[in-house]
């Protein structure tokens, strides 16, 4: 990676964990102890994993609901944004959401000024789809003092509009909370594929990704670790982490490298190089059948 300028230096951290199902107080509290580590060490960003404050593996919706909380006002984001406070961070983690009947799979975005925003998963996984609403907030991006920050949480990052709608809208790095599964015709001797999506995103926008995954098995379903934080080339600058143990990545990035290296030669700049006039007309209609 080329050397840093002082003018938006900042230290990541992705806090790889083992949270265990319906311990929420046990899993906040790990969290922050985790934290205060990783603050300790200078980093300035954290981010955790989805669902990290209940565990994944609901098995009924009444369960579901016994789990979540209101935002912001619900105790594991007061207890997140307490923890801010009073470290000086802030903190994007996966947080199980109640609105009023409604269920999300959720995101909360936390400053030392305390709760800045909320992202909802778009692209709900497997049985997610049994208890929670596909995400209504789009992908919104939070202007906050250490940068620009996007999030997206875990099969979000399967599709290339995710990371481009961000990136279009000022996104520096995006942060994923995520808990990956085993993914069918892995390459034991590959990088996980997911490493592969989250770095080609970084690539292919010029922006920063820091994804936190999860580590252990839970009811039967394992989780892959392998937490990762890419540079805006794309290619790792922490990580990939432990498949599983509980691991925290540490980098210390120049954000404004997102913007100021955009431009990869004379000619050509990945956003500026769009061709919408060829195909902004077919994003968006349905596939053939069959396809």
């Known amino acids: 990676m080329a050397a840093k300028s002082p003018e938006a230096l900042l230290t990541?951290?992705?806090v790889q964990m083992e949270p265990e199902f319906g311990a929420t107080q046990r899993n906040v509290q790990t969290t922050i102890l985790l934290m205060e580590q990783a603050?300790?060490?200078?980093a300035t960003l954290m981010v955790l994993p989805e669902l990290c404050n209940t565990g994944y593996m609901f098995a009924t919706r009444a369960e579901a609901f016994a789990l979540a909380e209101s935002l912001p006002d619900g105790p594991?984001?007061?207890a997140w944004i307490d923890c801010a406070r009073r470290l000086g961070v802030y903190i994007v983690a996966g947080i199980t959401e109640r609105?009023?009947?409604r269920l999300y799979n959720?995101?909360?975005i936390i400053g030392p000024e305390g709760f800045i925003g909320r992202y909802r998963k778009v692209h709900l996984w497997s049985d997610e789809a049994l208890f929670f609403e596909p995400g209504n907030l789009?992908?919104?991006?939070?202007?906050?003092?250490?940068g620009t920050l996007g999030c997206h949480i875990c099969y979000d990052c399967w599709f290339p509009e995710s990371f481009r709608l961000a990136a279009l809208q000022g996104a520096e790095i995006v942060c994923v909370p995520t808990n990956w599964v085993p993914i069918p015709g892995q390459d034991p001797q590959r990088e996980a594929m997911a490493n592969i999506i989250v770095m080609a995103a970084?690539?292919?926008n010029s922006i920063f990704v820091a994804a936190a995954d999860r580590v252990g098995t839970e009811r039967g379903q394992p989780f892959i670790g392998q937490s990762l934080i890419a540079g805006y080339t794309g290619w790792p600058?922490?990580?990939p982490a432990s498949a599983t143990d509980t691991q925290t990545l540490l980098a210390t990035i120049n954000l404004a490298d997102a913007k100021r290296h955009r431009n990869w030669n004379a000619f050509n700049q990945v956003l500026r190089d769009r061709r919408t006039d060829v195909y902004d007309r077919m994003l968006g209609a349905d596939a053939p059948p069959g396809q």
């Open 39 to 42: 603050a300790a060490q200078g």
């Open 76 to 78: 594991t984001t007061r």
């Open 202 to 204: 970084a690539h292919t």
């Open 12 to 14: 990541v951290a992705c």
């Open 138 to 146: 789009g992908f919104p991006v939070f202007k906050t003092r250490i």
């Open 237 to 239: 600058v922490a990580g």
């Open 106 to 108: 959720s995101a909360v």
């Open 99 to 101: 609105e009023e009947e």
